[in-house]
């Protein structure tokens, strides 16, 4: 018997709902101008999962996706537009918005892409330039 929690989310009317369980393998604040560009924000609050850890519980025949890149698919509900979450098959991961999951304890740990950045968030948290090397980036950290 598992012990692992399981947060609910679901898009912005409902009609997709999906479970994550467990914890993510990262959360922070993405600055890219694909995630910014894509969630119309200065930043995207971001929680990296496995993707066996992420369980759409319905209306899966709802979900849309896009692919800008071979880097990420986006995904959306097709009834309201509302973002769901975005795989990232070169990680083997899944980003999970945390705006979605609204009783997921979300405490960031990394800022990405600051470099991008158009709102300074000045939290003393890691700032790095792309990524972290383990995700194929540099991993230079830059000043908050």
């Not at 009317?13 to 479970?19: D, E």
């Not at 930043?43 to 071979?70: C, E, H, M, R, Y």
């Not at 960031?108 to 790095?128: C, F, R, S």
Request: net charge negative; glycine share 8%; hydrophobic share 35%.
């Amino acid at each position: 018997m598992s012990t692992s929690t399981v947060y609910k989310g679901s898009c912005f009317c409902g009609a997709v709902q999906f479970t994550v369980t467990g914890k993510p393998a990262l959360q922070g604040y993405c600055h890219c101008k694909s995630c910014k560009t894509w969630a119309a924000a200065p930043a995207n609050a971001f929680t990296l999962w496995d993707p066996k850890s992420v369980n759409v519980a319905q209306g899966s025949d709802n979900i849309a996706s896009f692919n800008k890149t071979a880097n990420s698919e986006r995904c959306w509900c097709k009834v309201c537009g509302g973002h769901l979450f975005s795989k990232h098959p070169s990680m083997e991961l899944t980003d999970v918005y945390a705006a979605v999951i609204p009783d997921f304890p979300f405490e960031p740990d990394i800022h990405v892409h600051y470099q991008e950045a158009t709102l300074h968030i000045y939290d003393g948290l890691p700032k790095m330039k792309d990524l972290p090397e383990e995700a194929g980036g540099s991993g230079e950290l830059i000043a908050e």
